[in-house]
């Protein structure tokens, strides 16, 4: 069955730095990934999507990458700030038209000021 | 526009009774999703409808039934809640769109089942 890993262990970074969160996957090859940012007590928001043939996708501060060869996909924010501080997940796609998702179980970022 | 919208926000029921979320979206999205959330296990797709008038199984269907009332609401079912289904449910749409699928989620309920 596909499997999706996160960063089980929360990640804390200074203000100002880039973060960098990882998202790998077994038994499965997606057609394209998403990204979503959670807040507690809130459901998810879709931050960017990324698909197969892309290397690379940025959005603002945000940029991610896709790796079909190592099935990995890296979230980065750079120029972090406090109020980046959330719950990152990690999506595939899969079901074809019907766009079912499967999760990770999301890396807690935390920003010091 | 407000998006996905959940009712209730919280639940506490006993074990062995029933109860209905409910969920509704004001985006004329065609495709809409139930998740559960538990802690280690991220967010699992439970049932979900393509568009009206259909719906299938998703990751964890058992115990659970919905119904696809109209283009705008999709209702979640326990028919005889077990403390297992003590969760954080969420209810998601999509719309059709050849470059984008993203999903939009409602704020959640919190069932608590003793």
């Known amino acids: 069955s596909q499997k999706i890993e996160q960063n089980s262990e929360a990640l804390n970074i200074q203000e100002g730095k880039t973060a960098t969160l990882t998202c790998n996957y077994t038994?499965?090859?997606?057609?394209?990934l998403q990204w979503y940012r959670q807040d507690p007590g809130r459901g998810p928001v879709f931050l960017l999507l990324?698909?197969?043939?892309?290397k690379e996708k940025r959005k603002e501060r945000l940029k991610v990458t896709f790796d079909t060869t190592l099935k990995q996909s890296l979230f980065h924010i750079t120029a972090s700030q406090p109020a980046d501080s959330a719950t990152y997940l990690c999506?595939?796609?899969?079901?074809?038209?019907?766009?079912?998702?499967?999760f990770g179980t999301g890396t807690l970022l935390a920003v010091q000021p | 526009n407000a998006g996905v919208t959940q009712t209730p926000k919280f639940q506490v029921l006993k074990t062995g009774q029933s109860m209905t979320l409910q969920c509704a979206q004001d985006m004329n999205h065609n495709s809409m999703y139930w998740y559960r959330q538990d802690p280690g296990m991220g967010l699992r797709l439970i049932y979900y409808s393509a568009s009206e008038g259909t719906t299938d199984k998703g990751e964890v269907p058992n115990g659970y039934n919905v119904s696809r009332l109209n283009k705008r609401e999709f209702s979640l079912r326990l028919e005889s809640a077990a403390p297992s289904q003590t969760s954080v449910y969420f209810c998601a749409s999509r719309g059709l769109s050849l470059s984008y699928n993203e999903q939009f989620f409602g704020p959640g309920t919190r069932l608590t089942v003793l």
């Open positions: 999506a595939l796609v899969y079901g074809g038209a019907t766009n079912k998702l499967i």
């Open positions: 038994n499965y090859s997606p057609a394209y």
């Open positions: 990324i698909r197969e043939n892309e």
